[in-house]
């Protein structure tokens, strides 16, 4: 099967990536399917449907929507018998708004099949739309940063190569449009996150900033749901430790101590999602054989006393003595999961 060569280009700020898109299609002599003609709800297999018509020998080069996620994107245009060959992500970056895209408080819907086969609209964030946008890229193309000053363009720069330490950072030149773009390494994109290599201990960003740090958490004791809630809106939110802009790992609530969870936090989002529920765990032991496991990312943070405060809404030696029992009575805010239990 002969198959259509791809490079996608993504972005929170509209304009600016599809004028980037438009001057790559034009520099590489590669048509253009543009993210005005993809469906809103499903951009990814629209953009299926339409590629392999358009290749003319060199490749395509597809722009994307802000509402699309780019691990859609990459699922399916990496699909095997596609048809389509995905030789890059370019995310493109506006630099002066690249932390009030990642505080954006609004959702995007998309389209979804439920288990019973039924549609459904799922909704994510556009804060983690692009702070994953960034994760995934193979290429991040920052725009607009001429009129930074020198240290906030560190600071921008920093930030980026420690949400993305795999990916290639570039500053658009204007007059240089035809940029080498490295083939995403799809095999092993799920190591591309620098949250994912700060927990696999292979963590290197290749620019770093006095103020821009990152921190790896690991407790093994479970969380207490309403101490950690307390924690989130009244001191991480209010800025106490600094700016958390990122942090995504494992955890355990007490109330749910059967179930890992994802934790997966951006700019003043968050959500905790089921991963694993463990059968036929011995009540004591085995509990504590995972805790919790966090990357933290952000500005001027302060690890000490961040430490010091996540370890206060883990149990105390009492609580944990208690039991699982006795967890299950804790105040717990967070919404109910929808979990399965595993079979052999």
Sequence with gaps: MIETDVIAVMGACGPERARYAARLS?????????????????????????????????????????????????????ERGSGLRLRGVVCVVDAPHLLDDLRRETYAGSSEVDDSGMPRTRYTAHAL???????YASTIMLVNWSGLSTP??????????????????????????????????IRSHQDAPGWVQLLNGEFAPHMTDPRISALRYENVRPLHPGRLNALLDERIESGEFGSVIRSAGFCRFATRSNVIAQWDHVGSMIAFSPVQVDD??????????????IAFIGLDLHHRALRAALDDTALT??????????????????PTWQVSRSRE
């Design 129 to 135: 739309l692009a702070v994953q946008q960034l994760e």
């Design 152 to 185: 906030d363009l560190s600071i921008t720069m920093a930030l980026v190569s420690h949400l993305a330490p795999s990916a290639r950072l570039r500053l658009h030149q204007p007059a240089v449009d035809l940029l080498p773009v490295a083939p995403i390494p």
């Design 317 to 334: 030696d009492d609580e944990l003595a208690a039991g699982p029992s006795a967890w299950a009575t804790f105040e717990d805010p967070f």
């Design 280 to 293: 036929g765990m011995p009540e004591a032991e085995g509990l504590l054989a995972v805790g919790e496991d």
């Design 26 to 78: 034009q520099a590489t002599s590669r048509p253009l399917l543009a993210a005005s003609r993809l469906a809103p709800q499903d951009p990814a297999s629209s953009a299926a449907a339409f590629l392999p018509w358009l290749d003319v020998g060199s490749g395509v080069v597809a722009e994307f929507p802000s509402d699309a996620s780019i691990l859609d994107v990459i699922g399916t245009l990496a």
